[in-house]
């Protein structure tokens, strides 16, 4: 037996761990504690043996011989050279007749999947080609983590300062299931005396641990946000002196129309208190006694006009939800709301992290503003214990966004209605993609190439999706195994497991000497059948497309030479050093100080001018979500910890009770609400929404409030019958309403309803 110190590719986590190999077979994988990942694995690492076994492996590239919509593909075993050419061939001609935007791609997530060891290689192809329309999942998880946050503060939220934090704030994410290397920190922290406060409407994770759990209803986070900072804000528990030198919160916003009084000379104001008048605002970082409360009146060219410091309209703001109110639409206590703002402001300093439970709401981009104001009121931001950024090892991007010519990238769909969401970063919504492929608006696509994606178990209107992909002229899709969205490609191409292929991974994100690691994952077995890695087939894609000076002549080492270039490594010394290599890299706190934030202001934005521009609030504005007679009850949704989203359902053991009846996905009620509806535990259930319908198990769950329904996401699993995405597919119930500002789509706090249903 061999065992190869290495890491588990498939999620954020990155676990430390070490492989079993015997006789050329992968049999095991074990915790590594000397890695700074790898104090602990979860299931789906531990399916690996099985998963590189499985018998509906796809081993061979497949062309499809039946029409679309047939109950069977037809599939027919071809070559690569016939799967290969016959894609880019496709690719080709859509381009050369429509244009390279006439080809959408599709990469599923690196977060959550194995999918980052080649994603940097689907863009770039992507972006040689010329198509501006990548469909990724940044408005579907990510988007106020690591885009919205630049509205405020000029960039993303960084990574709590775990061993120096007082308090956490840990907002719709749940680690122990979601990553492994996170959830060790915080129970590490916990154990030192940290205080930690989750906001989840589940008691999942550490919310049962926690020093408070605020059990919010789905949709209203934005409202806790506001109410806690009403809070601090009645108590005085925020850092002045921090927000005058490094926000924009004294600047002076008129009354007239809600723009900043400039002056002359274009400068933006702020009330000089000692002197009485507007002045323009010093730079960055300087103190002077400005105002942040008030009503004045400013001279200008055309008379005086009144003004309030931004500062002021978000206080006005935060109490438009004082205790009694927030608890009315949050479904929390007061005593809990009042109790967790306590802590915040008796156990500084403060961090904060969330993740996909705030981001698939239908105001996503101002909910993370309301929650990063929240945050700058605290003074933590890049502080010792705070959010901070710990220093990355530098490697060399090449993902290609500069070979998309500016021209291309402003084809982008749906860049037009949101400038400021992803679209501008060239990473469009599958809600865009559909329009164009079905409606042919704002112009047709008629290619796709996906690696990985499971659209319609994973986002919103999977009929609309399954209507597109079979309206395209070409569709070619790499995986793993069949699924929903492949079954109508018209090539199919199979794709090495992680453990067949090799991976790269260069800073472990929890904490500086995770970040310092660089570590090279190479291949453990044998590929089996004809599978390549995605990254192979981009090169391969790359050269028939006429492509290969943008992919180094076909040579992936050449490529990985030049990446790893800026740290000083070379492919042979990681590969000599399979435990990975640390650089002598050092956290450096405060940054803003000499830098500024990188904001048009060089401050943090308290008053956001980039959304006011394209119509949007400048202050976080929350509406309550809907729900009446016919959807009484509000949805929101987990992932199955052993599964990668929609993938490795091969690797699931079926619980005790459904062996008998076929696997459905699990929905969790109240009792007293399943009580009223005649549904016991195990019954066969329909979840309505306005939107469409999907069938589960009900289990009871007596910490849920009983206005709360959660179920399980990414299912896909056929019912005899019934069409293979409605039938027990949470993303059924999800229309196709969207975040305003960045397409996120409206997977939890919909209204809905629940009956009993004939097995």
């Keep these: 037996m061999t065992l190869v110190s290495s890491y588990c590719p498939l999620c954020i986590s990155r676990c430390g761990c070490f492989y079993k190999v015997e006789g050329g077979v992968l049999t095991d994988a074990v915790p590594n504690p000397g890695h700074p990942t790898g104090k602990h694995l979860c299931a789906k690492v531990r399916a690996a043996p099985a998963l590189l076994r499985h018998p509906d492996r796809l081993l061979f590239p497949l062309r499809r011989t039946n029409p679309k919509g047939s109950a069977d593909p037809g599939w027919r075993r071809i070559s690569w050279d016939e799967a290969l050419d016959s894609t880019a061939s496709a690719l080709k001609r859509i381009a050369a007749e429509s244009g390279a935007e006439a080809a959408g791609f599709c990469v599923t997530t690196p977060s959550g999947t194995a999918v980052a060891d080649g994603m940097a290689w689907i863009f770039r192809l992507a972006n040689a080609f010329g198509s501006p329309n990548m469909v990724w999942t940044a408005h579907v998880c990510n988007w106020h983590r690591d885009f919205a946050p630049a509205l405020t503060f000029g960039s993303d939220i960084g990574m709590p300062d775990f061993a120096r934090t007082g308090c956490l704030l840990l907002w719709g994410a749940n680690p122990p299931a979601t990553w492994l290397a996170m959830a060790e920190q915080i129970e590490q922290a916990r154990q030192r005396g940290m205080k930690l406060i989750v906001i989840d409407p589940r008691a999942a ?43 924009t919160a004294p600047f002076l916003v008129r009354e007239d129309n809600g723009a900043f009084l400039l002056s002359a000379d274009g400068q933006k104001m702020a009330w000089d208190e000692t002197r009485g008048c507007a002045v323009p605002a010093p730079p960055p970082g300087s103190a002077m006694p400005l105002a942040l409360a008030g009503r004045f009146a400013a001279a200008t060219s055309d008379g005086f006009v009144f003004c309030r410091p931004a500062f002021d309209l978000y206080v006005q703001r935060c109490a438009e939800y004082p205790l009694a109110r927030a608890a009315e639409i949050t479904g929390i206590a007061e005593a809990a709301i009042a109790g967790a703002a306590e802590l915040m402001t008796q156990n500084g ?28 009121l605290t003074g933590c931001y890049d502080a010792p214990g705070g959010n901070v950024f710990f220093t990355k090892p530098p490697l060399r991007s090449l993902m290609g966004r500069e070979l998309l010519p500016p021209a291309q990238a402003a084809k982008a769909l749906g860049i037009a209605e949101r400038p400021l969401g992803t679209a501008a970063k060239g990473w469009i919504s599958e809600a865009d993609l559909y329009r164009a492929i079905v409606d042919k608006k704002p112009y047709p696509v008629r290619g796709l190439l996906s690696f990985g994606s499971n659209l319609l ?8 999706g399954m209507e597109a992909l079979r309206a395209l002229e070409f569709y070619a899709h790499a995986d793993f195994f069949p699924s929903a969205m492949s079954r109508d490609a018209d090539i199919l191409f199979p794709v090495a497991m992680p453990w067949e292929r090799q991976g790269l991974q260069a800073g472990f994100s929890v904490g500086q000497a995770a970040e310092a690691l660089v570590q ?97 609030p400048p202050l976080p504005e929350f509406r309550q979500p809907e729900t009446g007679a016919e959807f009484p009850l509000l949805m929101t949704c987990a992932k199955l910890p052993d599964r990668c989203h929609s993938q490795h359902r091969q690797a699931e053991r079926s619980m005790e009770h459904q062996r008998s009846q076929p696997r459905l996905p699990t929905v969790y009620l109240h009792p007293a609400t399943a009580e009223k509806l005649g549904i016991a535990e195990h019954d066969t259930v329909t979840v309505r929404s306005p939107h469409g319908t999907m069938l589960g198990r009900a289990m009871l769950d007596a910490a849920l409030d009983p206005q709360t329904l959660w179920a399980h996401y990414g299912w896909w699993q056929a019912i005899p019958g019934e069409a293979p995405e409605m039938a027990a597919n949470y993303a059924a119930l999800a229309g196709p309403g969207c975040d305003p500002v960045s397409g996120s789509a409206l997977l939890r706090g919909i209204g809905c309803r629940v009956e009993k249903t004939d097995p």
Excluded: C
């Design 205 to 247: 994770g550490f919310a049962k641990r926690a020093d408070r759990w605020l059990r919010v209803r789905p949709g209203t986070d934005g409202v806790l946000t506001l109410a806690l900072a009403n809070r601090l804000l009645q108590r005085g528990g925020y850092d002045r002196e921090f927000l005058l030198r490094h926000s």
């Design 520 to 616: 090279l994952r190479t291949p453990l077995v044998e590929a089996r059948g004809e599978t390549r890695s995605d990254a192979a087939i981009a090169f391969a894609l790359a050269e028939r497309l006429g492509l290969s000076e943008h992919f180094f002549d076909g040579n992936p080492e050449a490529a990985l030479r030049l990446m790893l270039e800026p740290v000083g490594l070379t492919p042979e010394a990681l590969r000599a050093a399979p435990e990975g290599v640390k650089l002598p890299l050092e956290t450096h706190y405060f940054k803003y100080r000499d830098k500024g934030f990188a904001t048009p202001s060089g401050r943090i934005e308290f008053y956001a001018e980039a959304l006011q521009r394209i119509g949007q």
């Design 457 to 464: 178990a994973t986002r919103a209107e999977p009929q609309r």
């Design 349 to 376: 300093p403060v961090a904060f992290y969330g993740w996909a439970g705030l981001n698939q709401h239908h105001e996503a981009t101002q909910t993370g503003r309301a929650l990063h104001l929240l945050y700058a």
